[in-house]
């Protein structure tokens, strides 16, 4: 059985899940308690759990992110959310100098449980201070996991195991996910370690996550008509990336297109592009091709703004030119 | 400015592949100082310079394969300034004509032993991609025999560089042959003798006083001795004798023994020994490939009682000897005896000598070979 269910709604769920089962657990952020949440996940919530645990903090990301640090050394299991990546950057320095290291700088006598959920990406005209994509960023630290659940099941499901684990976890929400409706199965199995292929095929191989797997997806459909195959990997995890599946859909289709909506200058793409140059550079049978943001802060017209994304036409365009 | 090109390292090389290079742009280079390793369709080979000058430009790619006679490097000579003669204000490097294959395609087309050189390229600016590989496997066998499916067989290209010489011997080359027997009781005594005397490793091997005998033969048989191109014969200055060695994994080539008219009989066996142990480990040089002036072929223990050779082109001659066998042999004085005997053999090449001088060769060297003790004196 599945029922229909919008990620929005899933993400909600995941949290109300979280909030019912452990007392640990509890939510912080601006506008999360009265407001319902910016884009309204945790609606009712305060109602539901009262104000020690549904949290509304000042407009301080290096405060409220470093009181979740404390929290979690504490024994809690905080989930903190960041309106958006644009604005963790306030906050990078509890992320990447306190929650990332200190496992490592306690000689593992800490650890910091803590779950930061943030939104990221373009699509959506909130210009350039709320569109972009760091998580590639984040995807260079060692000391966290960073996730991108893109499809409904992986919003529904990658909350839990995320607040499982003994180390951060940074989770990448696209904003422009939040409406997209999908069936989930009573029951999932989702994991925080591996990527997943959306869609099987064997003539090129899309490598994606988060806010491209749909446009992916839509190129893939596009290109079938013409009697290309295209492979959708996922990548769900960006760390520690699944180096093997990546390997894998190299070896199967020979040919990949990366798509992702950071710039392509030292971004994720660029890393996943290396790591097929070491571990699969004899499966290749045409240069790998990128589809990433154009090197832009991304603009607020319409028009400009889609123009400065990936889009499935150009995912398709790379692809015939890779074809020849 | 000298243009360096891939030379022919033998009449049966038509093109190599560079495997190494072993100077940089910028180093100074001296006559025979080993500059490239080339495979050809025999052994990896190592190439010696013939001038000496300093590295303007290494041209040839590693991995390349390219016919004899394609510029690999451009020396500048001693004293000559780049850039003086107005060529070289140092042009930034000319794109390479490298063919663009595929990473996939490539793994694919040696794992099924195609020759990528004959697939068409299909994919963005002509690349050769996997389908392309893929759709060449699956064509009838072309005009040219087919490879086997296998991977690219050593052997079978040794056999096939075999073949062009030795087909190109017999079409061009009219042979002559004569034959003497020679009695090597003297030559074997003075080698046992001298052997008694000697440390382990530095005894002598028959092959040795032959070969010595031969050299010192040739000296007064300057037609047998040289080179046949274009039309005319050329006499070689020194005497390179290239001795057939067969390898263990079948075929055989014949490495020269440079300058053996040359060396004592000692010599000849160090160099010998060198030559077979370096021969078996891929390890010869340019030189050695390319400049025997005739050859030898010893057939030893195992072979035969003699072997009438097939000459290899551009040389003229090629000397057998046959298994040493004791055989009944009558003196002097009317007694038959019991001797160990040779069978030496003269393959040659009548464009150039006739039978006559052919057999008058083959006297002397039995002659001398009676007289082992001043082999090992002589030196030319």
Redesign the interface.
């Given at each position: 059985m599945t029922r229909k269910l919008s990620y929005r709604e899933a993400m909600r769920e995941a949290m109300h899940e979280a909030l019912t089962n452990d007392s640990r657990v509890f939510l912080m952020g601006e506008d999360v308690g009265r407001y319902g949440g910016t884009y309204a996940f945790s609606k009712g919530f305060l109602e539901e759990f009262g104000p020690e645990r549904i949290r509304d903090t000042p407009l301080s990301e290096l405060g409220f992110v470093g009181a979740g640090i404390g929290a979690s050394l504490g024994g809690l299991r905080p989930i903190v959310e960041v309106m958006t990546v644009n604005f963790s950057l306030l906050a990078l320095d509890q992320i990447v100098n306190s929650a990332a290291l200190l496992r490592h700088m306690s000689g593992g006598q800490f650890s910091v449980p803590l779950v930061i959920r943030m939104c990221t990406g373009a699509g959506r005209q909130l210009a350039a201070q709320h569109s972009h994509s760091l998580e590639g960023w984040y995807a260079h630290i060692p000391g966290i996991k960073v996730l991108a659940p893109a499809t409904i099941e992986d919003a529904r499901g990658m909350l839990a195991p995320a607040l499982a684990d003994p180390d951060p976890v940074v989770i990448f929400e696209h904003c422009g996910l939040f409406n997209t409706e999908g069936e989930l199965p009573d029951k999932w199995d989702v994991d925080i370690s591996s990527a997943k292929v959306r869609r099987e095929g064997k003539h090129v191989a899309f490598v994606t996550y988060g806010g491209s797997l749909p446009k992916a997806l839509a190129a893939a459909e596009t290109l079938a008509a013409d009697g290309i195959e295209a492979e959708v990997l996922d990548l769900r995890v960006l760390r520690p990336l699944d180096t093997v599946a990546i390997a894998a859909a190299v070896a199967k289709c020979?040919r990949v297109v990366v798509v992702d909506e950071n710039w392509k200058s030292g971004g994720l793409a660029a890393e996943v592009v290396a790591r097929i140059m070491e571990h699969a550079?004899?499966?290749?049978?045409?240069p790998v091709a990128r589809v990433c943001a154009e090197e832009v802060p991304i603009p607020y017209a319409k028009h400009m703004e889609d123009a400065a994304l990936p889009q499935p036409e150009k995912i398709v365009a790379a692809v015939k030119?890779?074809?020849? | 400015m000298i243009e360096f090109k891939l030379p022919s390292l033998g009449a049966d090389m038509d093109d190599g592949t560079l495997l190494e290079w072993k100077v940089g742009v910028g180093d100074t280079v001296t006559k025979g100082q080993v500059i490239a390793v080339v495979d050809t369709a025999k052994a990896a080979v190592d190439v010696e310079c013939w001038t000496p000058g300093t590295v303007h430009e290494l041209v040839a790619e590693v991995g390349q394969k390219m016919p004899v006679g394609t510029v690999m490097a451009i020396l500048s000579e001693s004293g000559e300034k780049v850039g003086a003669c107005g060529t070289a204000a140092v042009s930034p490097a000319a794109p390479t004509a490298r063919r663009m294959i595929?990473?996939?395609?490539?793994?694919h087309a040696e794992k099924r032993g195609i020759d990528l050189d004959a697939v068409v390229g299909?994919?963005?600016?002509g690349?050769v991609?996997?389908?392309d590989v893929e759709n060449a496997a699956a064509q009838p066998a072309p005009v040219t025999a087919p490879k086997p499916a296998a991977t690219p067989d050593k052997s079978a290209e040794m056999r096939k560089a075999i073949a062009a010489a030795m087909a190109r011997s017999k079409r061009e080359i009219p042979h002559y042959y004569v034959a003497e027997e020679i009695s090597l009781a003297k030559a074997l005594a003075w080698l046992q003798a001298e052997n008694l005397r000697r440390p382990m490793a530095e005894r002598l091997l028959p092959a040795a006083v032959l070969l010595k005998a031969v050299a010192v033969a040739l000296a007064h048989y300057p037609e047998l001795n040289g080179f046949f191109r274009d039309g005319s014969f050329a006499p070689a200055a020194k005497i390179n004798l290239g001795v057939a060695i067969s390898l263990r994994q079948g075929g055989l080539i014949a490495p020269a023994l440079l300058d053996a008219g040359a060396r004592n009989v000692t010599q000849i066996m160090q160099g010998l020994m060198d030559l077979v142990k370096r021969t078996r480990a891929g390890s010869l040089k340019s030189s050695e490939m390319s400049e025997a002036t005739i050859t030898v072929t010893n057939l030893g223990d195992q072979g035969s009682q003699l072997v009438f050779g097939v000459i290899y082109p551009p040389q003229v001659a090629l000397v057998g000897f046959g298994r040493v066998a004791e055989r009944p042999w009558g003196d002097a004085e009317g007694g038959l005896k019991a001797l160990p005997v040779v069978t030496a053999t003269l393959a040659a090449d009548h464009r150039v000598s006739d039978g006559h001088r052919g057999a008058l060769f083959l006297r002397e060297l039995a002659e001398l070979l009676q007289h082992p003790e001043e082999l090992e004196g002589l030196e030319k």
């Open positions: 020979h550079f004899y499966e290749l049978d045409a030119e890779m074809l020849g | 595929s990473p996939a395609a490539r793994k299909s994919g963005p600016n690349a991609t996997l389908d």
